[in-house]
């Protein structure tokens, strides 16, 4: 059925002088080429336990988030949680008890007005703010090193500058330059921009923007996409390298590594297309219309008649053709990197269902699993995972999950 195939090209883009570095898949020798490393349903399918979930009604005020967090993660298990919402950053031990929080909202050293992201190179915790762009870095014990300031910058489609996306070592990080003001609606491809610490800047890949179907006179269908669009990209959790994930109609996945210095890695990844009946994509096409007559009754409720939007006559078509499915579905949803190098793609099982292939740093299958429903995998280590999920009245939570291996004695890791 599933079955997973590996092999190993050497690569240039022609854009920075790239030799060998191994981040992600290991040595490239001649036997390593076209390598089959075996069938995803052969790879044990992981159960969860979990360990301990911070956020909710009654939290302490350590623990309450205004907005869904995101978080960064050491491989010993210690976690620094972004509080959007307030701009402050708490940080956790492996058990997951509160230890410190730093930052905050507002203009001065080591605070935020609109904050974005977190992550972690070595032993600093950036954090970065949106507006204005700049990058601030803190110790692991939230003492402010110094605050990065952006200077590469695109203006969005929202009219906000668009800031760093990640950081990587040596003081580089990557920005994705989007969609300027006034360009045409749709998907486009923009350039995935690495900027060095001194300002150079070199374009290391390019993306779509936005990263879904866009229906003309209604908009981006980000709610009911059943995929994605290639690439996806992550970065090391150790900042060295981008790794960039894209495929073809066939299914070959190319999962490419590019490190600050210029160097470069590609494999390819073969996963078997996953066929999407027509029975399938009707059902996707009337939940999407339904959903998107529902948020234009809404708006015309609140609008001024000549203003308001109306719903086409023709929605199902527009939809239908927008999302131009095909027979099968896009192999990758969403990729991240594991603190111990672990490759981890999220992969369609069925129309609107997920889950997450594991693999070692040769691209051989370490296991499968799948989320609880409305969580969305922030962060892995080889022994844990943690998600983020909102519950009732939408308050966020960040949860902490031990990965059980099928057939032990007592259910351990």
Not at 30 to 53: I, T
Not at 351 to 360: K, L, T
């Amino acid at each position: 059925m599933l079955n997973a195939s590996a092999g190993r090209i050497g690569g240039s883009l022609g854009i920075l002088p790239f030799v060998a570095l191994v981040v992600v898949a290991g040595c490239a020798d001649p036997a390593s080429r076209d390598r089959q490393v075996g069938s995803l349903d052969d790879a044990p399918e992981f159960g969860l336990s979990q360990s301990y979930r911070l956020g909710g009604v009654e939290a302490s005020e350590e623990e309450a988030y205004t907005r869904e967090p995101r978080l960064a993660v050491r491989s010993d298990g210690r976690v620094f949680v972004l509080d959007q919402g307030a701009g402050r950053v708490s940080e956790y031990a492996a058990n997951g008890a509160f230890v410190r929080a730093f930052g905050g909202r507002g203009e001065g050293p080591g605070e935020f007005t609109f904050p974005g992201d977190i992550g972690m190179v070595g032993d600093t915790v950036w954090v970065r703010n949106l507006s204005p762009p700049f990058v601030s870095l803190f110790d692991l014990q939230g003492t402010l090193l110094r605050r990065h300031t952006v200077t590469e910058l695109a203006i969005g489609r929202t009219g906000v500058p668009d800031g760093p996306d990640a950081m990587l070592a040596g003081g580089h990080h990557l920005s994705i330059a989007q969609v300027p003001l006034g360009s045409e609606p749709g998907p486009q491809r923009v350039p995935l921009r690495l900027v060095s610490a001194s300002g150079s800047v070199d374009t290391v890949g390019f993306v779509v923007d936005p990263p879904s179907a866009y229906v003309s006179g209604v908009g981006t269908l980000r709610a009911w996409y059943p995929g994605s669009v290639p690439p996806r990209w992550a970065a090391t959790p150790d900042g060295r390298a981008v790794v960039l994930v894209d495929w073809d109609a066939s299914g070959e996945i190319s999962i490419r590594s590019v490190a600050p210095e210029g160097d470069e890695t590609v494999d390819t990844l073969r996963l078997t297309a996953v066929p999407i009946a027509a029975a399938s994509v009707d059902s996707i096409v009337s939940v999407a219309a339904d959903s998107t007559r529902a948020r234009i009754g809404r708006a015309r409720e609140r609008l001024p008649p000549e203003v308001a939007p109306t719903v086409p006559s023709d929605l199902e078509e527009r939809i239908r053709s927008a999302l131009d499915l095909g027979s099968a579905l896009p192999p990758v949803r969403s990729v991240l990197i594991g603190t111990g190098g672990a490759l981890w793609i999220e992969r369609p099982i069925a129309p609107n269902r997920w889950e997450w292939a594991v693999f070692d740093r040769r691209l051989r299958p370490i296991g499968r699993i799948g989320l609880p429903d409305g969580h969305t995998l922030r962060a892995a280590t080889p022994d844990g995972i943690w998600t983020t999920h909102t519950g009732d009245l939408d308050v966020p939570y960040v949860t902490k999950f031990e990965l059980l291996r099928p057939g032990a004695p007592d259910g351990s890791r």
